[in-house]
């Protein structure tokens, strides 16, 4: 299973920028994909996160309000809307996903997959 992102970019503070994420693969199924994001310095953290299941979601206090994560119309896709974007949101966004695929019948093996990373660049 791997997963890829695509969005992303160079904008002004208050600007808006969207991210998205496709899981592909073989005989797998997702359960929860989101996004976390590094800063230059500072360790990797989640910024927001949506189960498959039931759609729940959970955000970091510092970008609820300004940033929406969705499930996509495609399976196994996820979006990132970036509102109210501020130069600490700068940072390289990395898609994640995890659930289980099918080795065998009845035979299933947890999964988490990390994307290469979308940089974001925010400048006030």
Request: hydrophobic share 35%.
């Amino acid at each position: 299973v791997q997963v890829v992102e695509s969005g992303g970019g160079s904008v002004q503070a208050g600007d808006s920028v969207s991210l998205s994420c496709v899981a592909s693969g073989s005989s797998f199924g997702v359960e929860a994909m989101g996004w976390y994001r590094q800063a230059p310095g500072e360790q990797r953290e989640l910024v927001a996160i949506i189960s498959s299941i039931n759609n729940n979601t959970n955000y970091a206090d510092s970008v609820k309000g300004r940033f929406t994560i969705s499930r996509g119309d495609v399976k196994n896709t996820v979006h990132l809307q970036m509102n109210g974007l501020k130069a600490e949101d700068t940072a390289v966004y990395y898609c994640y996903a995890k659930g289980l695929i099918k080795e065998r019948p009845r035979d299933y093996r947890a999964f988490e997959v990390w994307g290469q990373g979308t940089r974001v660049t925010v400048s006030a």
